[in-house]
């Protein structure tokens, strides 16, 4: 899935790169740790910004893309769980995950990160869910009719909370002990898909992957038949990401 995923995942805006640059303290040649780089989506614009980076990814095939993604770059990618992976201690002015942390141990994260951290270092996390701010396109809405049919209803309320009422990590962050003044920044962005581009969407989302196959051809037969209805056959998503930037607490990691 890993060509299906690079294609398909949108891009960060650059907007939140500059400000994690600005809120970590960073500088031009500092050494930054990524946790689940994937296909390095989050790996390239801080790369390009003159960074080194050591990335950590546990799937094949997403390490061996992103090698070849980030080749002439200052990028390292090692297969291996983070959990898992030795570096050494203090050697990194940030550590970072971009729509990967929630796969991390927090019994092992937190305190990991804060080992592979300098002192006074930082740690960023952010991921990019599905956003629903005012005006946002009602298909998604009126598609959890097709959901709930095939038995596979979000049993959450429907729309979710705007943007700015979704809550954050932060206390998350600070129960670790590990980290303290975190500071959060919000960013929502529109992307506009029409049928194909949307369902390859989908198949890089693991509800869906795992989803029967009768129930999965419904439903995209259903997505297929109501965008081709629409005047321009698109569907708008919009993206909303929540920054957090975390310093390191100087504690026994």
Known sequence: MAEQYDAARPTYPSELFDDLVSLAGLESGDRLLEVGCATGKATRPLAERGFRIVCIELGESLAAHARRALAGLDVEVHRSAFEEWEGEPGSFDLVYAATAWHWID???????????????GHLALWAAHHGFPPGFDP????????????????????????????PDDSARIIESGHFGDVQVRR???????????????????????????????????????????????????????????ARRLDVRA
Request: proline share 9%; hydrophobic share 40%; charged share 25%.
């Open 106 to 120: 927090p019994a092992v994260g937190y305190a990991k990160a804060h080992r592979l951290l300098r002192p006074g």
């Open 139 to 166: 298909f998604f809405t009126e598609i959890q009719d097709v959901y709930d049919a095939i038995g596979e209803s979000h049993h959450e309320p429907c729309p979710p909370p705007p943007p700015d009422e979704v």
């Open 187 to 245: 960013y929502v962005w529109e992307v506009a898909y029409d049928a194909d581009t949307y369902l390859a969407l989908l198949d890089t989302f693991s509800g869906h992957i795992a989803m029967e196959q009768a129930k999965r051809e419904h439903l995209y037969g259903e997505i297929r038949r109501r965008l081709a209805d629409r005047p321009d056959g698109l569907v708008r998503r919009h993206w909303l990401a929540i920054l957090h930037v």
